[in-house]
């Protein structure tokens, strides 16, 4: 089993920039994709970016690409977020998440342990 914490949430301007923590417990962390993934009120969680297990491939949402940078450190079982030239249209709760599938999935449904989340506001 993997718990994943997150941190690094918080209130930000628009044109801001905010940087995501995601630590993992366990020893089999350096095996495992891993995903941030979104959900704002009312809506629909969604993936924002995820990494492989060896950090060679990312994926990333169109909303956010060329503005988020997802990376890993294997040794600290950490996966980060770098979020700049934040929106208004980012403010969401966001969260991490561990899969094993093979390659970097979009779909929510293939990522197994997540952690709590981390609000992310962006005001104008």
């Known amino acids: 089993q993997v718990q994943l914490v997150e941190s690094g949430g918080g209130l930000v301007q628009a044109g801001g920039s905010l940087s995501l923590s995601c630590a993992a417990s366990?020893?089999?962390?350096?095996?495992?994709?891993m995903g941030w993934f979104r959900q704002a009120p009312g809506k629909e969680r969604e993936f924002v970016a995820g990494?492989?297990?060896?950090?060679?491939?990312?994926r990333y949402a169109a909303s956010v690409k060329g503005r988020f940078t997802i990376s890993r450190d294997n040794a600290k079982n950490t996966v980060y977020l770098q979020m700049n030239s934040l929106k208004p249209e980012d403010t969401a709760v966001y969260y991490c998440?561990?899969?094993?599938?093979?390659?970097?999935?979009?779909?929510?449904?293939?990522?197994?342990?997540w952690g709590q989340g981390t609000q992310v506001t962006v005001s104008l």
């Open positions: 998440a561990t899969s094993s599938g093979v390659g970097v999935s979009t779909a929510a449904s293939e990522y197994v342990y």
């Open positions: 366990g020893r089999t962390f350096s095996s495992y994709n």
């Open positions: 990494i492989s297990w060896n950090g060679r491939s990312t």
